[in-house]
């Protein structure tokens, strides 16, 4: 599923990040951005030492706030690390926030390195169990918003990239409907 949104396109597609040919992906990481587990792990595995090694010089990252490294190996030249919230320790107002920080400040930081291309993940919607369908309308009505606001062309695309049909569907519904409320 695509639509427009100003000079900018928002895609879902099932796959894999770590394949993605967008300019940035953005790596849903720990504190330390040290690496870890479910996409952290992937995308450090498939980039190779260069990612830890840059990241190493970041000094961890909090949570909602996004940093920079170099993509490795992978397709994409950059890796965009962001912290997004763990469900239970925030409590639903307090997550909703910061998932959208997050999601906000990946963007904000591909602007910044003129990224024209990049790929999301569902953040915190495995290990740091937030609902994906609570999780879904804050990503996508977070990323339509920024881009709305893009006062010049910018970033071109955005994709999220799903794993499964389950995650996708629950993304393609709540993009429907923000799509008819846009």
Request: proline share 3%; with cysteine; net charge negative.
């Amino acid at each position: 599923m695509r639509i427009q949104v100003n000079e900018a396109v928002v895609e879902l597609v099932e796959g894999d990040i770590t394949e993605q040919d967008t300019e940035a992906i953005v790596n849903a990481a720990n504190n330390s951005l040290l690496g870890g587990g479910g996409v952290d792990g992937a995308i450090h595995r498939a980039g190779g030492p260069a990612i830890l090694a840059e990241c190493r010089k970041l000094g961890g990252c909090a949570t909602g706030d996004a940093k920079i490294t170099t993509g490795g190996r992978l397709k994409a030249r950059w890796v965009i690390h962001t912290v997004g919230p763990v469900y239970w320790q925030e409590g639903a107002g307090r997550a909703a926030e910061l998932l959208a920080s997050a999601y906000r400040r990946s963007l904000e930081v591909a602007a910044e390195n003129r990224v024209q291309s990049l790929a999301f993940p569902s953040i915190s919607t495995g290990a740091y169990g937030y609902p994906i369908e609570e999780a879904a309308p804050i990503a996508l009505r977070t990323v339509l918003d920024y881009l709305l606001a893009q006062e010049k062309p910018g970033i071109g695309l955005v994709r999220f990239v799903l794993y499964g049909q389950q995650a996708y569907r629950i993304y393609e519904r709540a993009l429907a409907r923000l799509a008819d409320l846009a």
